[in-house]
């Protein structure tokens, strides 16, 4: 079993649509929690943050984390075609420094049809 | 928020030649830094750990005499692919942790012909 499994996709939704990205994780020592979005040919962008249990919430984007059943969630509320992209989890036991390597789900593709 | 500057951003380069790629932090010291290598449509590996003033730690199956890492001060930190070849083609990202998380740079595509 892998650390962090994340639903393979691809995803398509049209646009409005609200989108459920999910990844589920073994490693109880994860306490810090991040989804990234990445285009084509970029580098990850951040897009959440979050420490241990409990839900995030900026602008359009919320992010969920249930620690009891090692799953995190990120919701887009009224996608645009401009969140077109590929989304990973990422996940670390502690932030900062040498021994905080990020453990990344798959990634799953995302695609908002105009 | 925090900005790591990462150069160049595509590079092609010949078979058993090196090549070296940049990693900057510019606003924020950054005393470790994360060298990645991600293939089409997969996620990323981490490659190694780059430690200011000291050797990097390597993941498993991560050759070290290939990839060298150098992180000379807070704010640099380099890889060089010696020796490349066509089976080393592939887009290098690194990553810094700061007061914001984790910052990556655009990412290096590397094509070796």
């Known amino acids: 079993q892998k650390e962090v499994e994340q639903d393979p996709g691809p995803l398509s939704v049209p646009e409005g649509a609200i989108v459920s990205l999910n990844c589920t994780y073994s490693?109880?020592?994860?306490?810090?929690f991040m989804w990234y979005r990445q285009y084509s040919r970029k580098g990850p962008e951040l897009l959440m943050y979050?420490?241990?249990?409990g839900n995030k919430e900026d602008g359009r984007f919320t992010a969920q984390v249930d620690k009891s059943s090692k799953y995190i969630s990120l919701f887009i509320r009224d996608s645009q075609p401009s969140d077109s992209a590929t989304y990973l989890c990422?996940?670390?036991?502690?932030?900062?420094?040498?021994?905080?390597?990020?453990?990344f789900g798959k990634g799953i593709t995302l695609s908002v049809r105009p | 928020g925090a900005v790591v500057s990462q150069h160049p951003s595509r590079v092609i380069c010949k078979s058993g030649t090196s090549v070296k790629i940049e990693c900057r932090s510019l606003?924020?010291?950054?005393?470790?830094m994360f060298w990645y290598r991600q293939f089409p449509k997969q996620s990323l590996m981490l490659m190694a750990t780059s430690n200011e003033g000291s050797k990097a730690t390597y993941e498993q199956g991560v050759e070290k005499d290939k990839f060298l890492i150098n992180h000379a001060s807070l704010t640099l930190s380099t890889l060089t692919v010696t020796s490349a070849h066509p089976e080393d083609s592939s887009f290098y990202i690194c990553s810094a942790t700061g007061l914001y998380g984790y910052t990556f740079g655009s990412g290096t595509r590397l094509t070796v012909v």
């Open positions: 990422a996940m670390s036991p502690i932030s900062g420094g040498a021994n905080s390597k990020l453990t």
């Open positions: 490693n109880s020592a994860f306490q810090y």
């Open positions: 606003d924020f010291q950054a005393t470790t």
């Open positions: 979050t420490y241990s249990s």
